[in-house]
Antibody, heavy 118, light 108 residues
């Protein structure tokens, strides 16, 4: 059974940093790309960042480019999202998701809430 | 960037109704279109991938069609558990897989 478990969310002041983790199980982790998708309260889904199976390629939405960094440790079956220079508009539920062979997100975690506020 | 536009933004329908949601891409995405369903407080779940392929475990009342820029999600006979928000997503522009703004479905 595929499971994705996010952690690391919380309350942080504007300008602060936070690192999210997503522990995966139930599939050959290093064979699949992973994504982070966020959702502000009452709003739609926003793709944030993606990383290839090897970790050699990383991608970011314009809204987070230069502030967020995605990485993965295939020995620990974990993907990370380092978030720096956080802004109020980064407040959202953050989901990690496995990327299927055709680009769709076939499995999602339960989400972790990030709140940026003073 | 490829923009995805869904219509309607919201709708209300009765159990047993046939429901159709449309999604339009700002440029051709071939068949690289996916549909998700999200209930309040829960993570999204994929229903349809590659425009018309039904994800394993998803009821057959859900179907998808379309190619190029225009796509449709159809629920043939609406059930009470189908309430929630539906999102389309393009997976053509690797890997910036943008979502539509969502369609909120309420059961009358």
């Amino acid at each position: 059974e595929v499971q994705l478990l996010e952690s690391g969310g919380g309350l942080v002041q504007p300008g602060g940093s936070l690192r999210l983790s997503c522990a995966a199980s139930g599939f050959t982790f290093g064979s699949y790309a992973m994504s982070w998708v966020r959702q502000a309260a009452g709003k739609g889904l926003e793709w944030v960042s993606g990383i290839s199976g090897s970790g050699g390629s990383t991608y970011y939405a314009d809204s987070v480019k230069g502030r967020f960094s995605i990485s993965r440790d295939n020995s620990k079956n974990t993907v990370y999202l380092q978030m720096n220079s956080l802004r109020a508009e980064d407040t959202a539920e953050y989901y990690c998701a496995k990327v299927g062979s055709g680009g769709w997100n076939d499995y999602w975690g339960q989400g972790t809430l990030v709140t940026v506020s003073s | 960037d490829i923009q995805m536009t869904q219509s309607p933004s919201s709708l209300s329908a009765s159990v047993g109704d046939r429901v159709t949601i449309t999604c339009r891409a700002s440029q051709s995405i071939s068949g690289y279109l996916n549909w998700y369903h999200q209930k309040p407080g829960k993570a999204p779940k994929v229903l349809i991938y590659a425009a018309s392929s039904l994800q394993s475990g998803v009821p057959s009342r859900f179907s998808g069609s379309g190619s190029g820029t225009d796509f449709t999600l159809t629920i043939s006979s609406l059930q009470p558990e189908d309430f929630g928000t539906y999102y389309c997503q393009q997976s053509y522009s690797t890997p910036m897989y943008t979502f539509g703004q969502g369609t909120k479905l309420e059961i009358k």
